[in-house]
């Protein structure tokens, strides 16, 4: 089994970074604050005219046409509209299930966000704040989200598999990311209360998932975890004979890299990914592991440090003009691509973060370089290879 | 000179076919009576949500990719923010120009509507409604328009030229496509007032816009001017040798061709792109002739009878099914795209209408075979031949 895929980002589960206008006039920095600060009708017209014209059949066949034959869709816990005041987005999921089917490409459903969230990230909807799993209701009402989407969509040709939830962070990243700090939480209360998952409350959770979504959804459909930011804790997870058609999904970004210490230099980032290629390869024993999130955004391209892929809404200044040139980012680019499709072809594929970006690198301040996060551009620039379907 | 470019249609001046999310749960059909049915804020939103998510940097970045190297930009008659209710976008404009300088386009500004209207269709912003050039008043807006444009943007690198205005019609248009039956008016008193312009003012018209644009725009920028349906009716105009860098649009749609009477085959489409391209070699012995709007679309690869390209928003069934093979479309989009380029080629080259369309062939009943509207799906789809630039 061999994946290619891009993540359809920011479409269903916003980013501010990614789509600024929606979240114009207001200091809201994520999806859960934006409906706390416009008027009802204005929050939904906002949101339907982002999802109408985000994306639409045309990205489906731009998808194809450049040889990638799957799409990771992000979705929010509310997607079923059970959730006030966020609007549900079923609709449009079902729209794509029909692009898809009419295109030749299949879609991973990958539960995003949970209410509380797993990870405090702003794009886990609630920046600062990690509270879901200690609320079994919550927990409860996740796995329905899941278990749903799998009587939905299990039996669908253009189904290629769910995930069962996005990210979820353990003690290490937590700290490592520094994410209270990153993300600052609005809701005080809901801050101080805030902390990482547990393991072996994240291992419970993937076990009950994969029942309650199997349950819908026959074994040549895939079941998806993600590692939870530790790669090689699984060797002794879901071994039992029962568990069929499990893929193992790890993200890697070299901004990551960065921040643990890689140096920014072409060489070592592929140092660095050549040797996450071996520990990919060493999984490969045990599940098929993805690389569900990944692109070729680094710090040598942008031209200076990011802080491990921080931007001005992180309160990291930017740059204004380009000073790399444009011959020099295709070299940078080209290389680090050429390294990390090689890795996840080692494994089974990839999803690249992301398919569009509406940033604005020329008309925004501070925000050269991070065009390279649109897998669009990256192959409009030459940055991208792009294999003939 | 040749020039090979595409329209951004539908980005600041709005068809309610190529992005219905902006006209729903609304029975306007326009963009004039949209802002009568939402109220203020929910009309703010929408508008500002596609103008920020619908055309943004990475159009251009594709565009470039693709070997084109004009825009042509259609804006309305208030893209200055001085015509309640309508909100202004020339900001929207000025990021454009940022963008094409930065990628290497340029930008043909296209002044597509008018106080009143110029033609009564819904693009022309008030369907079924002509009374613009009856009101002196107005002429004279339209004119100012024209020269704070020329103005602000005259010394830009990025500008290719002014267009005067889009596809005023005279009375053989007016009758011949039954403006007011196909496009009907909202407000009975404006349609009732409602007459086709006369040849006499608008070549009046285009003499003093010319003059007005001229004063602040070098000569190496182009002064564009539309036919108003009528190709060879100006041999005898602009003969003087003050006007510099003219340049003559005409519009060639293949379902007017079919209005016409043109047979739905490949041979009569081919037949009668070859006699225009006879007309258009005889008028370059005056202007340069450019080919503003064109596009792929024709009844034979829909698969049924548009009736001169009306669609379910006029009225006219259309097909929720495919009925033409995936295969045999190709090959027909192929051999016309090829005697229409050959046919502009012998002219001074063209702009595909339109870049973009939003409109879902797959999930809403009745567009199947519209998709050929929109330049990036007939690249995606191989109908349209991309040169790599």
Known sequence: MQVKGVNLGNWLVLEKWMSPGLFEGTTAED?????????????????????SEY?????????????????????????????????????ELDNAFNWAERYGLQILIDLHTAPG?????????????????????????????????????????????????????????????????????VDAERGARSKPNTIEFIRQFYLDAYDRIRKHMPEDKYVVFHDAFRLK??????????????????????????????????????????????????????????????????????????????TVLNGVEGLDQEVVSDERKKEIYNAVAKAQLEAWKAGNGYFYWSWKLLTDTVNTPGWVGWDSWDLGRCVDFGWFPVEEA
Not at 32 to 47: F, G
């Open 31 to 51: 999806e859960h604050n934006l409906p706390l600060q416009l008027p009802k009708e204005v929050y939904e017209a906002r949101i339907k005219m982002h999802r």
């Open 117 to 185: 969230s797993q990870n405090g990230f702003d794009n886990g909807g609630e920046s600062g704040v990690c509270i879901w799993s200690q609320q079994p209701d919550e927990v409860e009402f996740e796995l329905s989200v899941l278990e749903r989407l799998a009587e939905r969509y299990g039996q669908r040709k253009g189904l290629w598999g769910i995930e069962i939830i996005n990210e979820p962070v353990l003690e290490d990243m937590w700290e490592g990311m520094h994410v209270q700090e990153r993300y600052p939480a």
């Open 233 to 310: 804790a699984w060797k002794d997870f879901m071994r039992e004979d029962k568990y069929r058609g499990v893929v193992l999904d790890t993200h890697q970004y070299l901004m990551m890299a960065e921040l643990y210490g890689c140096e920014q230099t072409v060489e070592s980032y592929v140092g660095y990914v050549k040797n996450l290629q071996k520990d990919i390869e060493e999984m490969k024993e045990y599940f098929p592991v993805i690389c569900g999130e990944w692109c070729l955004f680094n710090s040598l391209a942008v031209g200076q440090d990011t802080k491990g892929g921080q």
């Open 55 to 91: 994306i639409t059949e045309r990205d489906f066949t731009r998808i194809k046409s450049l040889g990638l034959d799957t799409v990771r869709i992000p979705v929010p816990y509310f997607i079923f509209g059970d959730r006030e005041p966020f609007i549900g987005c079923i609709g």
